[in-house]
């Protein structure tokens, strides 16, 4: 572990990672009072996108208000919905109120399912330059095909990992590479920021069985209609936001949208709004199989010990 000195030596970092409707807010909860029972202090700092958004507590399934007064949590509703919160805005937060739960002689809980958010954390961040303007423009006009076939060429590693029909990451590879003439895996290397060599990291990846988090998924979709999602979205059109904005691209709230505007059922918003769930939750479990290291603990159960998975941590 890498000497810091605005940590103690043994600085722990709890992480629980999961899909959507896995259970880690309530496993955060659990490790909490555990800590608290030893006479620590846990403190659960919200790594998922959408939760960082005052506007869509509901929405994005957030502890509820009860729960949030049981234990310290921080980056929760710390974002109001007119602002984009991006993954580097968010390590900045987390890397603050992680240092100064350390100062205090707590431990940060980090949970969440952004894959993004836990990765820029924990490696840190590329110093890629801002784009040419007029690099981006040309770029971002190419068909996938065309911007396929100029990765082959500018950037071929990069292009071998990809697939043709990822435009977004193709057209981001290419962009960078003729904008700064270095390809983005280079620039990647030269991450700066990361947390993971400053903290004892003692990480939990659940991975519990598909049917069981889509099923979750289903249920759960259609009970935000009952706790007030229709009346967050609601409040978010009164105020003519920005569509491109993170907080209106949020699931549910283009379903719920198209109820509002009479274009949909209640039953064809919630079939919409639970697909859209579990087709979130795939990509999570995608990424986390794929992205995070093999030696993280993974649990494929959806009951989980917690005495016995953060033994370490708690005999700490």
Not at 244 to 264: D, F, N, T, W
């Amino acid at each position: 572990m890498k000497a810091d000195d605005s940590r103690p030596a043994t600085a722990p970092l709890a992480l629980i990672a999961g899909p959507t409707a896995s259970g880690k807010s309530a496993l955060a909860l659990e490790l909490a009072g555990a800590l608290q029972k030893q006479g620590r202090k846990g403190v659960i700092v919200n790594a998922d996108s959408m939760q960082v958004y005052a506007d869509i507590p509901v929405l994005s399934a957030a502890p509820s208000d009860g729960e949030l007064g049981l234990f310290d949590h921080r980056l929760y509703g710390a974002w109001d919905g007119s602002e984009a919160c991006s993954a580097a805005d968010w390590a900045n937060r987390a890397r603050a109120d992680i240092a100064q739960a350390h100062g205090e002689g707590s431990v940060p809980i980090l949970v969440g399912g952004t894959g993004m958010y836990l990765k820029v954390l924990l490696e840190g961040i590329a110093p890629i330059p801002e784009i040419e303007p007029e690099v981006r423009e040309v770029v971002r006009a190419m068909d996938s095909a065309s911007a396929y076939a100029a990765l082959q060429i500018e950037d071929p590693l990069r292009a071998a990992e990809l697939e043709p029909g990822d435009s977004q990451r193709i057209s981001r590879a290419l962009e960078v590479k003729r904008s700064t003439g270095v390809t983005l895996a280079d620039w990647q290397q030269a991450k700066t920021g990361g947390l993971g060599d400053e903290v004892t990291l003692y990480p939990l990846v659940m991975m519990p069985e598909r049917q069981w988090v889509y099923d979750r998924c289903d249920t759960r979709f259609a009970q935000m209609l009952e706790q007030g999602a229709i009346d967050e979205v609601e409040a978010l059109l009164e105020r003519g936001l920005s569509p491109e904005l993170p907080v209106m691209r949020a699931i549910g709230v283009p379903e719920i949208s198209a109820l509002l505007r009479e274009e949909i059922t209640e039953e064809e918003c919630i079939a919409a709004g639970a697909q859209a769930t579990r087709q979130y939750a795939k990509r999570q479990f995608t990424w986390l199989r794929n992205q995070c290291p093999q030696e993280w603990p993974r649990i494929e159960s959806q009951n989980v010990d917690i005495e016995e998975i953060f033994a370490p941590l708690l005999q700490d």
